[in-house]
């Protein structure tokens, strides 16, 4: 998680799992660790992230999660497969 301290917010980041242990919740199991710590120690109630758009498994996560979807960044990231667009994801804790 990156802390924005003054605004009492973080954005989580860069979440994989790799192949071979996909389809566990490992996401949602961090996620929840996650925000629990960002609760207690750094007193952070709001978190955004985003989520390749084309990646189904990540967006489920997010919503799973009680994330709000509030858009789409359009063509955005460079990826090595070439440019994507994102999804962004945000919830008050």
Not at 50 to 55: C, H, S, T
Not at 61 to 89: I, K
Request: glycine share 8%.
């Amino acid at each position: 998680a990156e802390i924005d301290h003054d605004r009492k917010n973080a954005e989580l980041t860069d979440c994989t799992t790799h192949p071979d242990y996909r389809g566990r919740g490992l996401s949602k199991c961090l996620l929840h660790a996650l925000h629990g710590g960002l609760v207690t120690d750094w007193h952070v109630y709001r978190v955004y992230s985003i989520a390749r758009a084309l990646e189904t498994g990540m967006n489920c996560v997010f919503r799973q999660m009680g994330y709000h979807y509030t858009g789409r960044l359009v063509a955005n990231s460079h990826m090595p497969e070439g440019w994507e667009s994102m999804n962004v994801w945000c919830r008050t804790l």
